[in-house]
């Protein structure tokens, strides 16, 4: 396959019927599939093969889905750009020569190349809707609790979630459809209908409608700032064809927003540091006899030598500063201080949810980054997150959808930010551009 989207390209047959049937369906390479390898892109899982389905594999099968294959990510999902997979780099199919975005590059490649009809991915930070905005396709990053994470290979498990990848909204959330509602193995999961007293909680795809009639939008100024010039000139030609179409908007500020994408890193990669600790060669991961020196040395060794040659340089900067954040001493200073900005975050976007019904921001503040441009300025790409990182924060629905090009012909992508279990709202009003 021409843009390395996949990582095994090796189908997994669903039921006869069901709503799915006749659809492809790829799905990210960590989320685990009976009997078919479940890398997370690190060399780490090279020869990993899970001995169950995750809960949504196992609902896409009975909705009658083919699963074409495994995508491409970046190494346990931690990257935007997709650069970190220990099985190569993945071209972006709308812009030759950019990265896909990640961590979802595959997914979201696999769509935009007509190598899969759908996709899941999965959104810790962004991962969902970052390489939707670069591959020009549309990407929901569901509320915290609509979609089981059982079998999700954890990074930070308190902000992610499973999403959909399609070409159109519509698609989208068809797909959420039968992804979304509670799991007996998810002890996280919620019932829509309990949370939002509506019995059509779970007909996605029926408010696709395009209606955004009457609909108030609000722009948070913070999400702006730093925007390049071709992102924001496209964003405001978003928000005028929604204006035209019945809606409108104020602007409103959200304070907390501007600390979000470091609290966000804090959390992540301390929640990292402890989810990866699994991976020494014993409980998980590569084995110490495939290691270089095999057994040499004592137990520390061994386990050193494991997670040397395991895991990727983005994976062990995480994991050291992870480790670092919490250790005693620091925990305040840096895990707690970032679990208050969180709280602070949740509050804002409370306050703004309750004068709009959704809020609107580019995606991405950039467009697409040259391939290799991030990989030696790792701050350069966690500040790409700045937009998209506050909403897991927040545990609420967003959806990216495309809006235009910048005049270099590099995709846009929309964000739209509802309140929890708001999901009908943000498809609602993405429908009505994609
Ligand atoms: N780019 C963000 C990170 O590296 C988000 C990743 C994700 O959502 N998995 O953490």
């Not at 991962?127 to 609790?145: D, E, H, L």
Request: proline fraction near 6%; charge should be negative; include cysteine.
């Amino acid at each position: 396959m021409s843009h390395n989207a996949y990582i095994t390209a090796e189908p997994i047959e669903g039921s006869d019927d069901g709503p799915l049937a006749g659809l492809t369906v790829a799905v990210k390479d960590n989320i685990s599939t009976e009997g078919v390898p479940t890398t997370c892109g690190s060399a780490m899982l090279a020869e990993y093969v899970p001995p169950y389905d995750a809960t949504v594999v196992r609902r896409l099968k009975e909705a009658g889905a083919t699963i074409p294959g495994k995508t491409n990510m970046d190494e346990f999902g931690m990257g935007t750009t997709t650069e970190t997979s220990a099985f190569g780099p993945v071209e972006n199919p709308a812009a030759e020569g950019h990265v896909p975005g990640g961590s979802s590059g595959g997914s979201a490649a696999a769509v935009a190349a007509g190598e899969a009809d759908l996709a899941l991915g999965s959104d810790t930070g962004g991962s969902v809707r970052c390489p939707a905005a670069f591959c020009g396709v549309v990407g929901i990053k569901p509320t915290y609790g609509l979609v089981s994470r059982y079998g999700l290979v954890a990074y930070a498990n308190s902000l992610e979630q499973i999403g959909p990848l399609a070409p159109t909204v519509e698609e989208a959330a068809e797909l959420l459809e039968v992804i979304a509602g509670p799991d007996d193995r998810d002890a996280t999961t919620r019932d829509a209908r309990a949370e939002t007293g509506d019995d059509d909680a779970y007909d996605y795809a029926g408010a696709a409608d395009g209606d955004v009639d009457g609909m108030e939008v609000g722009v948070p100024t913070e999400l702006l700032e730093g925007a390049d010039e071709g992102v924001t000139e496209q964003f405001w030609a978003a928000i005028d064809d929604l204006e035209s179409r019945g809606a409108s908007y104020h602007e409103v500020d959200l304070p907390s927003l501007s600390h979000a994408v470091e609290a966000y890193y804090v959390i992540a990669m301390s929640e990292a540091s402890s989810n990866l600790a699994r991976f020494d060669g014993v409980r998980y991961g590569l084995p110490a006899s495939e290691t270089d020196e095999g057994y040499e040395g004592d137990w520390n060794d061994t386990f050193a030598r494991v997670r040397e040659e395991g895991f990727g340089e983005e994976v062990k900067r995480r994991v050291l500063l992870g480790t670092y954040a919490l250790s005693a001493g620091y925990q305040d200073k840096y895990y707690k201080k970032a679990q208050d900005a969180r709280a602070w975050v949740k509050r804002d976007f409370d306050e703004a949810l309750s004068e709009a019904d959704v809020l609107a921001s580019p995606t991405m503040p950039v467009p697409p980054f040259e391939r290799g441009e991030s990989l030696d300025d790792p701050l350069k790409m966690y500040l790409a997150d700045a937009n998209t990182t506050p909403v897991n924060l927040a545990n609420l629905p967003a959806i990216s959808v495309p809006a235009g090009e910048t005049d270099e012909g590099l995709p846009v992508g929309l964000q739209l930010v509802g309140p929890a279990f708001g999901e009908k709202t943000v498809i609602r009003a993405g429908s009505a551009l994609a």
